[in-house]
């Protein structure tokens, strides 16, 4: 990326184009979601989607990447699922097994849920924090049954 771009030293871990594509559907997203945002005065109109200590839908989720078709892109903050997600689960947000207000039930994995969003979320993440802080894997799925006394069925 040019010189200037707030880029040019690194824009990601992956290589340029998958970094270049990241930082263009951040963008893009934005644009959809808050196309005047450069002209707003004041938190309000003509701002549509802002949050006063994050920024826009994109910032919120920066630097946090999925994939789709093939491309790199970022995650977007998704107010539905309460967490920066590419796409929604299988499912929908909150689905069924436990998972309330989460992402996703604690039995699949996925994105990282939010902390505090149902009591075995909690205690996992309290255990084993990339569970909530980087993803809901394998390992965080087999853990609802050694922290929450559930059973998932795989």
Do not use: R
Not at 21 to 31: D, G, K, P
Not at 56 to 82: H, L, M, P, W
């Amino acid at each position: 990326m040019q010189a200037g771009s707030g880029c040019d030293s690194g824009c990601g871990t992956g290589s340029a184009f998958g970094n270049q594509t990241s930082v263009a559907s951040h963008e893009l997203v934005e644009t959809v979601t808050d196309p005047e945002v450069g002209i707003a005065t004041v938190i309000g109109k003509p701002l549509a989607w802002y949050d006063a200590s994050f920024g826009e839908i994109g910032d919120i989720c920066n630097g946090q990447q999925g994939s789709i078709a093939g491309y790199t892109v970022q995650q977007e903050f998704s107010n539905k699922c309460n967490n920066c997600i590419v796409t929604p689960p299988a499912g929908g947000c909150g689905g069924g097994g436990g998972g309330g207000t989460c992402a996703h039930s604690d039995c699949t994995t996925g994105v990282a849920p939010t902390s505090g969003c149902n009591s075995c979320v909690t205690t996992i993440c309290a255990n084993d924090s990339f569970c909530c802080n980087t993803q809901w894997d394998s390992i965080c799925v087999n853990e609802v049954t050694q922290f929450c006394g559930g059973v998932c069925s795989n």
